[in-house]
């Protein structure tokens, strides 16, 4: 069981930053591919960025390559935090959405949108 909780969205301008972070609980975290998506109104959720368990894979959407980049710290032992990050640099406007963490068996499950766990979002608006 994995429980993934969302933080950093927010209003920013075009052509700005924001960092969305998603903390992971549960032990069996390292074994799982983490990604990102995004639905925004009106629009079906769509894949953004996923990474593979050891994170040395890594899948981006075309809209957003070189400018989003995901990472992940797989914690160490018991008391650290299991994070998975996504930069957002350049936003534009159609970047606008609800951003949600995910869970699936591995990076390349999760850009086929084969997903095992959903966090409940965190909404990122970019004003133009």
């Known amino acids: 069981q994995v429980q993934l909780v969302e933080s950093g969205g927010g209003l920013m301008q075009a052509g700005g930053s924001l960092r969305l972070s998603c903390a992971a609980s549960?032990?069996?975290?390292?074994?799982?591919?983490m990604g990102w998506f995004r639905q925004a109104p009106g629009e079906e959720r769509e894949f953004v960025a996923a990474?593979?368990?050891?994170?040395?894979?890594?899948?981006?959407?075309?809209?957003v390559k070189g400018r989003f980049t995901i990472s992940r710290d797989n914690a160490k032992n018991d008391n650290a935090k299991n994070t998975v990050s996504l930069q957002m640099n350049s936003l534009k406007a159609e970047d606008t959405a609800v951003y949600y963490c995910?869970?699936?068996?591995?990076?390349?499950?999760?850009?086929?949108?084969?997903?095992?766990?959903w966090g409940k979002g965190t909404l990122v608006t970019v004003s133009s």
């Open positions: 995910a869970a699936g068996p591995s990076g390349y499950d999760l850009k086929m949108s084969r997903v095992d766990y």
């Open positions: 990474l593979s368990p050891s994170g040395i894979s890594r899948y981006y959407a075309d809209s």
């Open positions: 549960g032990r069996t975290f390292q074994n799982y591919g």
